[in-house]
C-alpha cells in the first residue's frame, strides 16, 4: 500500500468513527470533523514525530488542535494509531467520560491540550515553539486552526509573536472550509485575501487542497517552509466532506444523524453499520 493509500483509508476510517460516535452521543461538529479528517489523516500518519507507546517523550512533535469542537475526529485519529482503545470511541461525550465533546487532554493519552474556547491555539502553539527553541529541543510545533477563529485578535497577536521569536519550529494549519457557526465566512468576517495577511504579518505561506494527501504531506514534509520564519498552510476544505448530503451545508456543523442518515452516510463512505 502507498503512503498516500494508507492516508486515504486512514482518513475514511476517522470519518466513519466520526459519524458512528455523533450519531450515538446525539452530539454536533459532525462537518467540521470531516473537513479535517485528511489533515489529521496525514498528521497522524506519518508527519508527526510522535510514540503511542510514549505519549510524554520528551522530544515528540506537539499538536494543538485549536478547533477543540472537532474533538471526535481527534480521538478517532488517535485511537486509530494506539494511542489508547477504539473501544473507548464509544463511550465519546457519555456523562462522566473522558472523551469529552471538545478536545480535552486530561486522561487522554496524545493530547496535549484541552481547547475548544477558539482562538487560544495558535497562542499555545507559540509557547511550546518558543520553549523549545530556548531549550535547544528538536520538536515542531503545530497548531490546527479553524477559518472562523482567524476571526478573533488572539490569533492575530500571535501571528505576530511568531516570526518576531524566529519560529520556524512552528506550523499553522488553517482549516478553511469557509462556514463557521452562524454562516459562510465571507458573510459573517471575509477573511480574504488570507495568504496575503499572514505573508504580511512575516509567516512563509503554502496554500493548498486540504483533501489532497500527497499535496498536504509534500508540504509537511519542508518543514521549516523557509529558515527563521514559522509557516503556515491554509488548506482549502469542505465542511462535512465525504458523505453528499452533508458538504458544503451549515446546518452540520450543529446536527447529529439520525439512524438513516447514519446508512447512508456509511454507505457513502464504504463502510458498514
Known sequence: MSQAEHDRNLAQRIRAHVVRMVHRAKASHVGTCFSMADLL??????????????????????????????????????????????????????????????VTHH????????????????????????AGKRDGRPYRAFALLSDGECDEGSTWEAALFAPHHGLDNLVAVVD????????????????????????????????????????????????????????????????????????DKLEWHYRSPDAAQLAQALAELGCGA
Open 107 to 130: 486522561g487522554v493519552p496524545g493530547v496535549e491540550f484541552s481547547s475548544g474556547s477558539l482562538g487560544h491555539g495558535l497562542s499555545l502553539a507559540c509557547g511550546v515553539a518558543l
Open 176 to 247: 478553511y472550509n469557509k462556514i463557521q457557526s452562524f454562516g459562510t465566512v465571507a458573510a459573517v468576517l471575509d477573511l480574504e485575501p488570507l495568504a496575503a495577511k499572514w505573508r504580511a504579518f512575516g509567516w512563509a505561506v503554502r496554500e493548498l487542497d486540504g483533501h489532497d494527501h500527497r499535496q498536504i504531506r509534500d508540504a509537511l514534509a519542508g518543514v521549516p517552509f523557509e529558515p527563521g520564519r514559522p509557516g503556515v498552510l491554509i488548506a482549502h476544505t469542505v465542511k462535512g466532506k465525504g458523505v453528499g448530503f452533508m458538504e
Open 41 to 102: 489523516a496525514v498528521l497522524y500518519g506519518g508527519v508527526l514525530r510522535v510514540d503511542p507507546a510514549r505519549p510524554d517523550w520528551e522530544d515528540r512533535d506537539r499538536l494543538v488542535v485549536s478547533k477543540g469542537h472537532g474533538a471526535a475526529a481527534v480521538y478517532a485519529a488517535l485511537a486509530e494509531v494506539g494511542f489508547f482503545p477504539v473501544s473507548w470511541l464509544d463511550t465519546y461525550c457519555a456523562d462522566g467520560t473522558r472523551l469529552a465533546g471538545h
